[in-house]
């Protein structure tokens, strides 16, 4: 079986065709041909093209065929909307955690909702504010950035500075301190 290729690849593989025509992304792919593959576009496309393709299907066949390319279609519109939908939702939080008596660490998460290369954001805040940054998992399953340094403010500017695709509304600074151990001397 076939591994599902992204439309972005169609022209390249013969299976992409076969994907892009039958996976429910039927608009992206011809989009994408017409913009980078005009030829092929015009072979798979082209009026002529698609009724030698009907031609060849029975009324019936050509019905049901009319009907699931709807029924996909919508469910891609539905599945796209969905998705802008969770990312105008996606909360992103900075926390400024205390590690020791006067050390703090800033952590960053909700970054990955935005498509966001977390290594990626990490390595451009080590270099923008000169210090330690990294990727870490969090217990509740997902990642988060981990900055050396009280960098919560400048932080939150940079966001919005750099990265226009989160709301602004959607970020939120929490302090919070580590727990002292209890019992002890």
Known sequence: MAEAVPAEAAPLEPQARHYCEFGGTTKKCREWLEKNHMAMAGRIYSDE??????????????????????KKAAKAEAQEAKVASQKASAKVLIKR???HKRKFVTAIQGLEAHDLDLKKVS???GKKFATG???TKIPSGGEEIVVQ????????EWLIDVHKEIPEDNIY??????????GGP
Do not use: F, N, P, Y
């Not at 340094?149 to 939150?156: A, T």
């Not at 600074?173 to 209890?182: A, P, R, S, V, W």
């Open 97 to 99: 955690v205390e590690r």
């Open 49 to 70: 093209a698609l009724d030698t393709s009907l031609t060849t299907l029975s009324l019936d066949a050509q019905k049901r065929a009319d009907k699931d390319a709807a």
């Open 149 to 156: 340094g009280d960098l919560s403010d400048e932080i939150e």
């Open 173 to 182: 600074l929490i302090e919070d301190k580590k727990k002292k151990k209890e």
């Open 133 to 135: 940054a990294s990727v």
């Open 123 to 125: 390595r451009e805040l």
